[in-house]
């Protein structure tokens, strides 16, 4: 069975830090997709990124970035300058090649102060 | 512009009152899910379909069912609503193309309370 941990319940930086967050998938699947998405304080479900197990490249969009690594099983996000509007919890998630079920890991919630 | 719609928003009902929430979607996506939201536990999977006439059970199914009659929609319903099912509610629908990321996209969600 699929399973996503998220090791880091709540982070908390200030305003310009650099900040990354943690996504670890346990898969027995050879084809498989990672997403992450955005919850912020507003409640929503807003959908940031995709990535594919046959795709490793990194993807940069602004001063968000994720870095995919299939040999540690990690999809691991960074904001760069952080800011206040990045607060929100944040998940991670997975789905197999096989069924269109999204497994969720318990997400982080990053709070961005002044 | 394609969207999904829960309704009620918000919900106060009492223990043992059977309640529906709506979910209806004009993405024309095949797949339709619920998810319910906890403190401490993320997002968890109660019943999903992947078109009419189609239902499934996921990891939190007891104490809830769905029914799905078109595309569209798919309600969710609490049979005899406990306070364990006090809780924020999603709906998600996605495409179901093969071999496509297939993401899904969510409802702004219900927030039901059980006295």
């Known amino acids: 069975a699929q399973k996503v941990t998220q090791a880091q319940t709540e982070i908390s930086v200030v305003e310009k830090e650099d900040v990354t967050l943690d996504c670890v998938y346990e898969?027995?699947?050879?084809?498989?997709?990672l997403f992450w998405y955005k919850q912020p304080p507003s409640g929503e479900l807003v959908f940031l990124i995709r990535r594919n197990s046959f795709d490793e490249q990194n993807e940069i969009s602004g001063r968000y970035s994720w870095n995919f690594q299939k040999s540690t099983s990690s999809f691991n996000f960074t904001i760069t300058a952080s800011q206040v509007v990045d607060s929100a919890v944040y998940f991670c998630?997975?789905?197999?090649?096989?069924?269109?079920?999204?497994?969720f890991g318990k997400g982080t919630l990053l709070t961005v102060n002044p | 512009d394609a969207e999904i719609t829960q309704s009620p928003r918000h919900k106060i009902t009492e223990t043992g009152r059977q309640v529906t929430l709506a979910c209806h979607q004009t993405?024309?996506?095949?797949?339709m899910f619920w998810y319910r939201q906890d403190l401490g536990h993320g997002l968890r999977l109660i019943h999903y379909?992947?078109?009419?006439?189609?239902?499934n059970k996921g990891e939190v199914s007891d104490g809830y069912s769905v029914s799905r009659s078109n595309t569209e929609d798919l309600p969710l319903t609490l049979e005899s609503a406990a306070s364990s099912q006090t809780s924020v509610y999603f709906c998600?629908?996605?495409?179901?193309?093969?071999?496509?990321?297939?993401?899904?996209?969510f409802g702004p969600g219900t927030r039901l309370t059980v006295l």
């Open positions: 898969t027995r699947d050879t084809t498989y997709y």
């Open positions: 998600a629908s996605s495409e179901s193309i093969g071999g496509g990321y297939n993401e899904q996209f």
């Open positions: 993405w024309n996506h095949n797949n």
């Open positions: 379909s992947y078109g009419v006439q189609d239902t």
């Open positions: 998630a997975h789905r197999g090649g096989s069924n269109y079920k999204l497994t």
